[in-house]
């Protein structure tokens, strides 16, 4: 119907106004292969307070790093499609190995803005007084020809040394973060970085900031450890700000979570990584 007057076109800018809030108000989907997103979803929490949020562990299909691409992407793909039936309005794929594995194919696949999780090589390149870099990772991002592509990229000045982590999500999984079998096998991946001499260490796994005390403890002061969640989050807040998709609406955002493994034990690992009770739903 044409817009007779005035007052028309005022009812109709109030609806597109009030509709482009609902939008915005809508929340936005973060995943991990588990409690990996935990620390990216923090930092959106501090950062980004308005915004709702909807995280997904896909705790039952945990690790990730010892899987297929084929089958990394068919979750990724399986959560995605989840989160846009929740009208969800931004997806950050909290996770490094289901970021270089998937988030190519998902880009192409969906409409609505896909923030990923790049490792920290660029500025470590450029904070390193050595030029000795490590970077920690999942055995399926240690083979991705994306990731290595990204490594040869900024190691041109650098000699960078990609050391895989197996076991380590794993432990972290069971709540074992704290555990003398956790701080062992930390020590047999990072003391050959030591002797190499390197000074900066990429944690390229969003699991490992779990552990950044007992790297901190292993390495000492003289070591810059390095994580995403900083960086991820400004991303976000870009993406958000470019598709004015910012939520207008000054109330605190609420995050609810899911597990593809829900139980209480689950739950309690969740509490006890955020420090706040909370109710951990069914995924899917
Ligand atoms: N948190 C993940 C990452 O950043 C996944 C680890 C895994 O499931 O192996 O790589």
């Known amino acids: 119907m ?37 620390s990216i979803t923090q930092c959106i929490e501090q950062q980004l307070p308005h915004e709702n949020l909807l995280y997904v562990a896909d705790t039952l299909y945990a690790p990730y790093g010892e899987k297929s691409t084929e089958f990394i992407q068919q979750r990724v793909n399986d959560i995605a499609q989840w989160f846009i039936a929740r009208n969800a309005k931004a997806i950050v794929v909290a996770c490094n ?42 055995k399926a991002t240690a083979e991705n020809k994306r990731f290595l592509a990204l490594v040869a990229q900024y190691s041109h000045n650098s000699d960078v040394t990609i050391q895989p982590c197996p076991g380590l999500v794993e432990l972290i999984e069971q709540d074992k973060k704290n555990s003398p079998e956790c701080k062992l096998m930390l020590l047999s991946y990072l003391q050959p970085l030591l002797v190499k001499g ?42 958000l700000v470019l598709h004015q998709l910012i939520n207008p609406l000054n109330n605190i955002g609420e995050t609810t979570f899911h597990s593809s493994k829900c139980c209480l034990k689950q739950q309690a690992l969740f509490s006890h990584i955020l420090q706040r009770t909370l109710r951990l739903n069914i995924y899917p």
Do not use: W
């Open 2 to 38: 044409p817009l007779q007057n005035q007052a028309d076109i005022k009812a109709a800018t109030s609806i597109l106004k009030s509709k482009r809030q609902t939008a915005n108000a809508e929340p936005i989907g973060i995943f991990d292969s588990g409690v990996g997103g935990l």
């Open 97 to 138: 190995t289901a970021t270089v594995n998937a988030i190519d194919q998902l880009r192409k696949n969906i409409s609505i803005p896909v923030i990923g999780v790049e490792p920290a090589i660029k500025p470590a390149t450029s904070i390193s007084k050595n030029k000795k870099i490590a970077i920690l990772v999942t």
């Open 198 to 239: 390197v000074d900066t260490i990429v944690l390229g796994c969003t699991h490992y900031p779990l552990v950044k005390n007992l790297i901190n403890e292993i390495c000492g002061d003289s070591i810059v450890v390095m994580e995403t969640a900083q960086p991820v989050t400004e991303q976000l807040k870009r993406q």
